[in-house]
């Protein structure tokens, strides 16, 4: 095991990818699992350092492909390891096979995402359609906004994932360029804070020659369902977790985060955007500007989309007329015809007696800054479906439309 | 909450999610009873091994060899001792067809089962206490008619299933042909004479100097016996019905090893010494010849060459060795000299096969050439005296009449050996006689019990292609050779010629052998089977047991079987009580093995029940 070099509370001026790498050395990682792809290959680079001068002690395991990458990171996993991976864009594709059986095996491997836009054709900008499509496979997930938040994710994404209650794989999401590659001031704790935070990991049953298990056997069909039953039931058990573990990394360091959405600016807010990730930080300026001129627009950001907080999200968006989901992915032939998020916005609403109406806007496509204009564009886009009490269109392709 | 209210069965509860313990705890394959998804079952069958199923009187070889490899020598010797009264001699003598017969003959060299054997029987005579016993007595009295192999075969069988057995021998001394056709260097007098004290301790009676038809009649033997079996052989040499037979000088080819056997010979060989004849006894003879002082001895075959002569090649090698000449093509066709033998008159002649009429054609047309001899020696073959038999029980071959349990009509008589085979195609060799008698013994018991007689009707699975074997397990290696006495020395000596192996020889020997298609235990499934659902108390042929609730039919064992036992069965072929869609997603474990009973069965069943 490795132990982290004794370090009082400081603070640094860091990218998103190095604050990762930060967090799992903080987190003392075991083994860390290694392929390169932009723009997610500075994390590991800044490990590889760590490791090389000796002020991490793991295993650092350069793969063949991300589906190796993943392969090594559910062996690890297995034999007890905390792990530690990555990727971007095609590369969370290529890995693709193997996160059912991470969370069905229910390993806690953590994997950092800096977006990437998926092909054709190669594009390096960020798009969360990479890890969005992954949505499902049973992993944790949510998007940092910025380096800190990054780095404070991670740590208590290896907190909730390793709860015997939970045992899930987590995937810690920002956004490539804006986030990853953005140097801000992150805080980076006591090491005596972390311990008191993140203790060691030990899962349950690991492989060990010393008592034989048998770890994702072959099963019969009648099988299956219990143990989807109880993977389904880790996910919703999780959330209990996730608000306990918010609530101690508050008082252990001082940062409280909502684990569901940040609300920004929506006190007396006609119209909101509801949105994840790194154009936040954009988004609140531009709301900042819009309230000064009057205008009754805010922010609610979800933190986590899995488990999705569907309630919570309810309760929250009922309290506007108009709710503008900025996507930020494809979901080419979804519900609204754009993104994904819409319809996971819809759905909480659905049984809410006061539903808002809802619009979609495809913005930060390809990796393109959202800039202040578009938002102020929206936000009149949002307004006016207000003042007509309904929207023009399901969806919006920001910047290709008068 | 969608997993509100939601609750897991007990059966369907595993210790934590995707996480079970490891198969080789005991409970852990209950949770996964895969064996549904079969199509294929592996099932151990042991098949005949072609050695056993060529061996006259089906010796278990595999089953001994086997044994001989693990260093369980007396265990060997007592499976041997099942079929085989007298390891020591067909250890010696035998034709060994087992070795003609054997798999490995085809991909490097033949096991040298024979002497296997012999390090096996002369193990067994080193033997304080033989480990075959007799029976319980049943009260009956059987007489055995002659002391040859089948004889004594016969003799033995009967005495271990309680028989009160009294052997009637013509000679002096007994052992019949093992004792008179056998010459001294090839199977040593003191061999013989412990396999007889081993009848004895048996607790068989042996009256010597007892002759069926002048010392005891067929009545005598009907009134004073239960059953009777006759294994009196044949006792009478073929004449070559040549002018001039009679002369001086003149001797057939048994009785004249039979009388240096039982030390009664008063033959005086003169240096130059024909033998008229091609077979294994006209061998024996020539080579007996040299020892018996002649200088050049000439054999004289009707065949054409040495191929066709009815003699094993071996012994045919030995035989050239020691200086041996060979005519071939030939007949006599007179004995020629003044009241004793000076030469002998030769015409070309060849072995027709003629059937009906006389096999062998000469060729009278060309001039007879002359071949100076002092002393001939004819052995083409014997036949039986059977004055003393009544007449219905004679066939036109001038042999016992029998059915084919060996049974003379519904009498209590039966008969074994050369005086029925004579003429049957099968070849009148030791080990045959001894077939011939155990199963006479075994048939007269029947009868005895009241039981009827069957004909065997189980089928056999004889392993005669190497490709239902792995090969991949069994680099080639070459045979042990025994040691034999140089050719120079040996043709003066009674001498034995061939030398006995030692354990290491024996055991390295044995280590050749494929066991084709029977399990010899060497735990290759066990270790194979991915699963695994192979089980076993101990590395034993026949306490594997597949784990059928949990065997998904991979075939990495059928296919990584050295030996060919485990064959692979379609699971439909086992459809008795069988209702597949109802359990083919039954997790309970046993509804899907309870369909094995059938098969279950057929894997104890013995496969070598012959």
């Known amino acids: 095991m490795a132990t982290v070099t004794a370090a009082k509370k400081r603070t640094v001026r860091i990218n998103g990818c190095v604050a990762s790498a930060q967090a799992a050395k903080y987190a003392d990682v075991d083994v860390i699992a290694a392929y390169p792809i932009r723009p997610y290959t500075a994390t590991m680079m800044a490990l590889a350092q760590m490791v090389a001068n000796g002020e991490l002690d793991a295993e650092y395991i350069v793969a063949d492909s991300e589906h190796s990458q993943l392969s090594i990171a559910h062996g690890a996993s297995s034999s007890g390891a905390r792990v530690f991976t990555g990727s971007s864009g095609v590369g969370v594709q290529f890995a693709y096979e193997l996160y059912s059986p991470i969370s069905g095996s229910r390993m806690p491997?953590?994997?950092?995402?800096?977006?990437?836009?998926?092909?054709?054709?190669?594009?390096?900008?960020?798009?969360?359609?990479?890890?969005?499509?992954?949505?499902?496979?049973?992993?944790?997930?949510?998007?940092?906004?910025?380096?800190?938040?990054?780095?404070?994710?991670?740590?208590?994404?290896?907190?909730?994932g390793e709860d015997r209650r939970v045992l899930l794989p987590q995937m810690v999401c920002q956004d490539g360029f804006f986030v990853s590659h953005i140097t801000s001031d992150v805080e980076l704790p006591d090491s005596g804070q972390v311990k008191e935070f993140l203790p060691p990991y030990k899962h349950p049953y690991p492989l060990d020659p010393r008592h034989p298990v048998s770890h994702g056997p072959q099963i019969m069909p009648e099988q299956g369902p219990p143990l989807q039953l109880e993977r389904a039931r880790a996910m919703e058990d999780s959330m209990a977790v996730i608000e306990e573990?918010?609530?101690?990394?508050?008082?252990?360091?001082?940062?409280?985060?909502?684990?569901?959405?940040?609300?920004?600016?929506?006190?007396?807010?006609?119209?909101?955007?509801?949105m994840q990730g790194g154009h936040a930080v954009t988004a609140r300026f531009a709301i900042q500007h819009m309230r000064e001129k009057g205008l009754k627009v805010g922010l609610v950001r979800l933190r986590t989309?899995?488990?999705?907080?569907?309630?919570?999200?309810?309760?929250?968006?009922?309290?506007?007329?108009?709710?503008?989901?900025?996507?930020?992915?494809?979901?080419?032939?979804?519900?609204?015809?754009?993104?994904?998020?819409?319809?996971?916005?819809?759905?909480?609403?659905?049984?809410?007696?006061?539903?808002p109406l809802v619009v979609s806007f495809m913005a930060g496509m390809g990796g393109e800054a959202i800039v202040l204009k578009e938002f102020y564009w929206m936000t009149e886009k949002m307004l006016e479906a207000q003042k007509r009490g309904k929207i023009e269109k399901r969806t919006h392709w920001v910047g290709f439309e008068e | 909450m969608s997993t509100k209210?939601?609750?897991?069965?007990?059966?369907?509860?595993?210790?934590?999610?995707?996480?079970?313990?490891?198969?080789?705890?005991?409970?852990?394959?209950?949770?996964?009873?895969?064996?549904?998804?079969?199509?294929?079952?592996?099932?151990?069958?042991?098949?005949?091994?072609?050695?056993?199923?060529?061996?006259?009187?089906?010796?278990?070889?595999?089953?001994?060899?086997?044994?001989?490899?693990?260093?369980?020598?007396?265990?060997?010797?007592?499976?041997?001792?099942?079929?085989?009264?007298?390891?020591?001699?067909?250890?010696?003598?035998?034709?060994?067809?087992?070795?003609?017969?054997?798999?490995?003959?085809?991909?490097?060299?033949?096991?040298?089962?024979?002497?296997?054997?012999?390090?096996?029987?002369?193990?067994?005579?080193?033997?304080?206490?033989?480990?075959?016993?007799?029976?319980?007595?049943?009260?009956?009295?059987?007489?055995?008619?002659?002391?040859?192999?089948?004889?004594?075969?016969a003799a033995y069988q009967l005495a271990r299933l309680g028989y009160k057995v009294t052997i009637l021998e013509k000679s002096p001394k007994a052992g019949g042909l093992n004792r008179g056709g056998i010459p001294d260097w090839v199977l040593p007098q003191d061999v013989l004479d412990r396999e007889i004290e081993r009848l004895v301790e048996l607790g068989i009676t042996i009256?010597?100097?007892?002759?069926?038809?002048?010392?005891?009649?067929?009545?005598?033997?009907?009134?004073?016996?239960?059953?009777?079996?006759?294994?009196?052989?044949?006792?009478?040499?073929?004449?070559?019905?040549?002018?001039?037979?009679?002369?001086?000088?003149?001797?057939?080819?048994?009785?004249?090893?039979?009388?240096?056997?039982?030390?009664?010979?008063?033959?005086?060989?003169?240096?130059?010494?024909?033998?008229?004849?091609?077979?294994?006894?006209?061998?024996?003879?020539?080579?007996?010849?040299?020892?018996?002082g002649a200088v050049e001895v000439t054999m004289i075959t009707v065949e054409a060459n040495a191929e066709e002569m009815p003699a094993s090649p071996e012994d045919l090698h030995d035989m050239l060795e020691e200086g041996v000449e060979l005519v071939h093509g030939r007949a006599v066709t007179a004995v020629l000299g003044n009241g004793k033998v000076e030469a002998l008159q030769l015409h070309p002649a060849r072995f027709s096969g003629a059937i009906n009429a006389s096999p062998i054609s000469v060729d009278r047309e060309v001039p007879a050439e002359r071949f100076h001899v002092e002393n001939v020696i004819i052995a083409i073959g014997q036949r039986a005296a059977l004055k003393w038999l009544p007449d219905e029980f004679k066939t036109d071959r001038g042999t016992i009449k029998i059915d084919r349990f060996g049974r003379l009509g519904d009498t209590n008589f039966f008969a074994a050996g050369d005086v029925v085979q004579l003429g049957s195609g099968q070849p009148l060799m030791v080990v045959n006689a001894v077939g011939d008698g155990k199963r006479v013994a075994f048939n007269l018991d029947r009868v005895m019990r009241g039981e009827s007689l069957e004909p065997r009707t189980i089928p056999i699975d004889v392993?005669?292609?190497?490709?239902?074997?792995?090969?991949?397990?069994?680099?080639?290696?070459?045979?042990?050779?025994?040691?034999?006495?140089?050719?120079?020395?040996?043709?003066?000596?009674?001498?034995?010629?061939?030398?006995?192996?030692?354990?290491?020889?024996?055991?390295?020997?044995?280590?050749?052998?494929?066991?084709?298609?029977?399990?010899?235990?060497?735990?290759?499934?066990?270790?194979?089977?991915?699963?695994?659902?192979?089980?076993?108390?101990?590395?034993?042929?026949?306490?594997?047991?597949?784990?059928?609730?949990?065997?998904?039919?991979?075939?990495?064992?059928?296919?990584?079987?050295?030996?060919?036992?485990?064959?692979?069965?379609?699971?439909?072929?086992?459809?008795?009580?069988?209702?597949?869609?109802?359990?083919?997603?039954?997790?309970?474990?046993?509804?899907?093995?309870?369909?094995a009973e059938e098969l279950r069965n057929l894997g104890q069943r013995p496969a070598k029940n012959i």
């Open chain 2, 5 to 153: 209210g939601t609750h897991i069965p007990d059966r369907l509860k595993i210790p934590f999610a995707g996480i079970t313990p490891a198969p080789t705890q005991e409970k852990g394959q209950d949770l996964f009873p895969t064996g549904n998804w079969r199509s294929i079952r592996p099932v151990y069958r042991d098949k005949l091994p072609p050695c056993n199923n060529a061996c006259g009187t089906n010796e278990k070889i595999q089953g001994y060899l086997d044994l001989v490899k693990r260093g369980k020598y007396v265990d060997a010797y007592a499976l041997i001792k099942e079929d085989m009264p007298f390891p020591s001699v067909t250890g010696r003598v035998c034709y060994h067809p087992c070795e003609q017969a054997c798999n490995r003959g085809k991909y490097d060299e033949a096991i040298s089962i024979r002497a296997v054997e012999r390090f096996l029987g002369d193990l067994g005579q080193a033997l304080k206490h033989d480990v075959v016993k007799a029976g319980k007595p049943n009260g009956k009295k059987v007489a055995v008619v002659g002391s040859g192999p089948a004889g004594h075969s």
């Open chain 2, 463 to 595: 392993i005669f292609d190497l490709n239902r074997m792995n090969m991949t397990y069994f680099p080639h290696f070459p045979r042990v050779q025994q040691p034999m006495l140089a050719p120079a020395t040996r043709r003066k000596t009674q001498e034995e010629v061939i030398q006995a192996f030692t354990e290491e020889q024996a055991v390295e020997e044995a280590g050749r052998c494929f066991s084709c298609g029977t399990c010899n235990a060497c735990d290759n499934c066990y270790l194979v089977c991915p699963e695994p659902c192979i089980a076993r108390p101990e590395r034993s042929n026949g306490l594997y047991k597949i784990l059928i609730d949990y065997c998904k039919g991979c075939r990495v064992c059928i296919e990584e079987c050295p030996t060919g036992c485990l064959e692979g069965v379609p699971e439909l072929d086992f459809d008795t009580g069988v209702v597949r869609m109802d359990t083919a997603f039954a997790i309970s474990p046993g509804l899907h093995g309870r369909q």
């Open chain 1, 305 to 355: 989309i899995r488990p999705y907080p569907t309630d919570r999200v309810k309760d929250v968006l009922s309290k506007f007329k108009v709710v503008g989901v900025i996507e930020t992915n494809m979901g080419l032939g979804s519900p609204s015809s754009g993104g994904v998020l819409y319809a996971d916005a819809c759905a909480a609403l659905y049984e809410s007696d006061k539903r």
């Open chain 2, 207 to 292: 009256k010597t100097n007892v002759e069926v038809g002048k010392d005891v009649t067929w009545g005598d033997l009907k009134k004073n016996y239960d059953a009777v079996v006759l294994a009196v052989g044949l006792t009478e040499p073929n004449s070559v019905r040549a002018d001039g037979e009679d002369k001086e000088g003149v001797h057939y080819g048994l009785p004249f090893l039979r009388e240096i056997g039982m030390g009664a010979s008063k033959v005086k060989l003169g240096a130059r010494v024909a033998v008229i004849g091609g077979g294994n006894t006209a061998i024996d003879c020539a080579r007996e010849a040299l020892r018996q």
């Open chain 1, 109 to 160: 491997v953590q994997m950092m995402i800096a977006d990437r836009t998926l092909d054709p054709p190669g594009d390096f900008g960020s798009e969360h359609t990479d890890a969005l499509s992954t949505r499902d496979m049973g992993w944790l997930m949510g998007w940092a906004c910025d380096a800190q938040e990054a780095f404070d994710n991670h740590l208590m994404a290896f907190r909730i």
């Open chain 1, 245 to 274: 573990v918010h609530d101690e990394f508050a008082k252990i360091f001082g940062r409280r985060y909502d684990p569901w959405v940040e609300e920004f600016m929506t006190d007396g807010a006609d119209v909101v955007f509801f």
